[in-house]
């Protein structure tokens, strides 16, 4: 660009214009070189701050993904550690409970053997009573005065 614009005032420049022209034109290309090279520069510090800058967002952000996916097992983990508490405790309650009516079972099975018992027992006071009774009866030649308990005789 630089070189099109001194094309441009060498062909409308006087030749002594011109001599008194090609320093400053040199002057001018050297000074917009610099400024390009300058540019160019300014450009790639601005360019590698940049990738820089995204690299380190990037960075930042993989850093924060594995936090989070680390708290997420982690409360993961810990959920189903107490699941498997929880499922523990009922199967210790579960057990508890069916040998407290294992026990209850068994308790009701003994009361039922004892009143079993004293009903035999019962039985047997009776009919040795009435063995007894009628015995008395034989050996005294009396009647018993009821007969079968609820007809008088």
Known sequence: MAEEETKKVEVEASPEEKEVAE?????EDRDAVLARVE???????????EENEKIKAENKAARKLSSVTSWENAKKAA????????EE???KKKAEYAEEMKNKVAMIHKAAEEKRAMVEAKRGEEILKAEEVAAKYRSTGLAPKKLFGWFGA
């Open 39 to 49: 540019t160019e520069k300014r450009m790639s510090l601005i360019k590698a701050w």
């Open 79 to 86: 959920a189903e550690a107490e699941l498997r508490k929880k």
């Open 23 to 27: 320093p400053s034109t040199e002057k």
């Open 89 to 91: 405790e009922l199967e």
